[in-house]
């Protein structure tokens, strides 16, 4: 074949004059990749990438494919067999795991056996060499890559680094594929405002929201705090703690202080990273009033922006669902499973969208929360991006981790709050009271005492058991994860006007749900012995308001059998009984990193990595050997795969599901049911579908049948209540 007789992609055209070139494609996937990579001195690397990516596309049989043939043909290991040809083993090697794996996701190392060497040593390919007279490799001579481990972790930083140029390769491909085969979406592409834009936004908004606020001595602290974040704004990026009591506006200040490091660093966008899904909602709602919904992307589980039918002429719309494909929005809002399972994954699709994190301010919200199984792993990730990747992280709690005994050097954190004591002293609202160990019938009478209460346990059946209880009396309330969003949000909204009616009872029960991101405020509030985090993340919704001269936290133990924590949950509360039994201001700041550090030290670097994820990626390193798949395979931050199950709560979503079950395409609802799904295990699936009580449409959507398997009380009912109550909430 001659010169331009090679094609990457065809169209339904037989003209092949309007086909793309092979060399052209190289060439535009080579330049945008190494645009992207420039962010982190990686642009030569992944310039070969690009240029080497589809070289197995120079040999007839794909060219036949293109033609229509019915054949399959691995175009992709051609271009690592190329590298390891022309660059020498240090250059090669990292370039062979991005090549080969830009459709299948980067492969273990392995051996001449099994894995990437044995697919690049024993692979039977058909001829490429076309290619020899179309294009030209770019020498790489000299050319390592410009990064800087930290101490002991030159395997993880160098791991770190292929991902990252993996991700530039795919994104680079997706994106100039898509011009080619879908110049409609295409054009959709990129739609925001610019962040000279979205600050003036912001500003505009928060002097609305300040004007009036002084005098109030709270509202005089938060404004402090804000200034403070804005302020700090102008330290060069790094790893920063924001330590904020619950009530002093850190949302909105660490907004501020993300938008100033934007602006004098040229940082490229805001991420904020949250653990729940039941708060993410509406730190994104907050975001998109301020911003406009075009220039803020929520992704996470129970969130699918693909268009619905009414919003798919939508430019705007469609540019933000896109998004989620390569996080290029401007502010992004999404969960710690998303986050950290995308920088360990080995997937394209998970992939593609992390050399966007670099060069961004990145917000961490209730950073204790991260996972301690994970917790090595994570660290060493965060400061990966900011030593190598020009981003600022942000830790951002009201109890903050002693996060600082896990780092070393100059990856120490600096607190952005000049006098965090001082603030804990100012936001305190409650006294607390230990009543030691009781059983349910101590617990309901003293519940029963009580006009206004909240009372918050470790598992579901303790939840049901103790609601029941209680069911004889007026106003009681059920809030879990068993409740699909909008039950959940229509029982809150009864419940704070109760709360708001002089006289009327209002008694709730409540999982650990309502602890991170409810606003909600109690006179009075039970919770059920957990680690201080827990229980200061309590305290937030007692006396939230400062109604009160000071509200009431009374902790407790369960004697009950279903009233038992799970293993994890029964080390931090004996961690926590035995801090809180030092007589010391519970939730002083110094018994915040006391706990941390007992929970650090009894777990050990083992319990911090506990599927040894560090330690595999420093194993072989040194000869560049990673076992990609099976670190995609371990960092599992829900260790046990979940269904969503469609609730038919109302008229609303009854009428979704009636028009999906006729509609050729239900996926496009994906977005409008969002509200209306619970999260459940695969053994508790299993169940409902053996009693026919689900119903399929399409494949990936699962709707309740049988409306007496749903309590308007209680939510989801099932044979068995399981207490996995977290990590439901997670994704």
């Known amino acids: 074949m001659s010169s331009h007789n090679y094609y990457a992609h065809s169209n339904e055209s037989r003209d092949k004059s309007t086909w793309q070139p092979l060399a052209t494609h190289l060439t535009n996937v080579a330049e945008l990749a190494s645009k992207f990579a420039d962010d982190f001195e990686g642009g030569k690397f992944a310039y070969a990438s690009g240029m080497l990516h589809d070289i197995g596309k120079y040999s007839s049989e794909f060219q036949s494919l293109l033609d229509g043939a019915k054949i399959r043909v691995d175009h992709s290991t051609a271009g690592a067999i190329v590298s390891r040809q022309k660059y020498p083993a240090s250059q090669s090697r990292v370039l062979e795991y991005i090549v080969a794996g830009h459709h299948a996701g980067l492969a273990n190392f392995g051996s001449v056996q099994s894995g990437l060497e044995q697919r690049l040593i024993h692979r039977k390919l058909p001829d490429y060499g076309g290619y020899i007279d179309e294009i030209s490799l770019p020498d790489l001579t000299g050319v390592i890559p410009s990064i800087k481990p930290g101490n002991g972790s030159a395997g993880f930083s160098i791991s770190f680094f292929i991902r990252m140029l993996f991700s530039c390769l795919i994104d680079a491909d997706s994106l100039d594929t898509e011009r080619f085969c879908n110049p409609e979406k295409a054009v959709q592409r990129g739609n925001y405002d610019d962040f000279i834009v979205l600050s003036n936004k912001f500003d505009r908004h928060m002097a609305s929201?300040?004007?009036?606020?002084?005098?109030?001595?709270?509202?005089?602290?938060?404004?402090?705090?804000?200034?403070?974040?804005?302020?700090?704004?102008?330290?060069?990026?790094?790893?920063?703690?924001?330590?904020?009591?619950?009530?002093?506006?850190?949302?909105?200040?660490?907004?501020?202080?993300?938008?100033?490091?934007?602006?004098?660093?040229?940082?490229?966008?805001?991420?904020?990273?949250?653990?729940?899904?039941?708060?993410?909602?509406?730190?994104?709602?907050?975001?998109?009033?301020?911003?406009?919904?075009?220039?803020?992307?929520?992704?996470?589980?129970?969130?699918?922006?693909?268009?619905?039918?009414?919003?798919?002429?939508?430019?705007?719309y469609n540019s933000i669902m896109f998004s989620t494909e390569n996080w290029d929005a401007p502010i992004i809002v999404t969960t710690n499973v998303q986050f950290f399972e995308s920088l360990f994954s080995n997937k394209r699709s998970r992939c593609r969208k992390i050399h966007n994190i670099s060069k961004s301010v990145i917000i961490f919200d209730e950073a204790q929360m991260l996972p301690i199984q994970y917790l090595s792993p994570c660290l060493a990730a965060v400061t990966e991006l900011v030593r190598n990747y020009g981003s600022s992280i942000v830790m951002c709690t009201a109890t903050q981790p002693k996060f600082s005994e896990l780092l070393r050097g100059d990856e120490m954190p600096r607190e952005i709050i000049e006098s965090p004591k001082e603030l804990y002293e100012a936001f305190k609202r409650v006294e607390f009271k230990n009543f030691g160990v009781i059983n349910d019938e101590e617990l309901s009478a003293a519940l029963r005492n009580e006009d206004k209460v909240l009372c918050i346990i470790n598992t579901r059946n303790h939840a049901k058991a103790l609601?029941?209880?209680?069911?004889?009396?007026?106003?009681?309330?059920?809030?879990?994860?068993?409740?699909?969003?909008?039950?959940?949000?229509?029982?809150?909204?009864?419940?704070?006007?109760?709360?708001?009616?002089?006289?009327?009872?209002?008694?709730?029960?409540?999982?650990?749900?309502?602890?991170?991101?409810?606003?909600?405020?109690?006179?009075?509030?039970?919770?059920?012995?957990?680690?201080?985090?827990?229980?200061?993340?309590a305290a937030g919704r007692c006396n939230r308001e400062g109604k009160l001269q000071s509200g009431r936290v009374n902790v407790f133990r369960s004697s009950e059998k279903h009233g038992q924590a799970t293993s994890w949950q029964r080390r931090t509360a004996e961690l926590g009984e035995m801090i809180l039994g030092n007589g010391n201001e519970p939730l002083s700041l110094e018994n915040i990193e006391m706990f941390f550090h007992a929970l650090y030290y009894h777990e050990g670097e083992d319990g911090r990595d506990r599927k040894k994820i560090l330690k595999l990626l420093e194993e072989r390193s040194r000869s560049l050997e990673y076992p990609f798949e099976d670190v995609n395979d371990l960092f599992s931050i829900v260790e046990k795969g979940t269904r969503e199950v469609v609730i038919p709560y109302d008229y609303n979503v009854q009428s979704i599901i009636e028009e999906m079950h006729m509609a050729q395409y239900p996926w496009k609802y994906a977005r409008k049911l969002q509200g209306y799904t619970v999260s459940i295990f695969e053994p508790e699936f299993k169940e409902l579908a053996a009693m026919h009580a689900i119903d399929t449409i399409g494949d990936r959507f699962f709707v309740l049948n049988d409306l007496k398997k749903y309590s308007s009380d209680t939510g989801l009912l099932s044979s068995k209540y399981n207490n996995y109550e977290n990590a439901l909430l997670l994704v």
């Open 467 to 537: 609601y029941d209880s209680l069911s004889d009396t007026k106003n009681i309330f059920h809030l879990s994860a068993r409740m699909c969003p909008v039950h959940r949000r229509q029982k809150l909204d009864v419940i704070r006007k109760i709360l708001d009616k002089k006289g009327e009872p209002c008694r709730v029960i409540s999982t650990q749900l309502i602890e991170a991101g409810v606003d909600i405020d109690f006179p009075t509030v039970f919770r059920a012995m957990s680690g201080l985090d827990s229980i200061a993340q």
């Open 209 to 316: 929201k300040r004007t009036g606020s002084d005098g109030n001595i709270i509202n005089n602290y938060r404004n402090d705090i804000f200034d403070q974040c804005k302020s700090k704004g102008s330290e060069r990026p790094r790893l920063f703690t924001l330590t904020v009591p619950t009530g002093g506006g850190k949302t909105l200040s660490s907004m501020a202080f993300a938008l100033e490091q934007v602006k004098k660093y040229g940082l490229k966008r805001i991420i904020y990273v949250i653990p729940y899904t039941n708060i993410i909602e509406q730190t994104a709602a907050i975001f998109k009033e301020i911003f406009g919904e075009k220039n803020v992307l929520e992704h996470h589980s129970n969130f699918d922006p693909w268009a619905s039918e009414d919003e798919s002429d939508n430019p705007s």
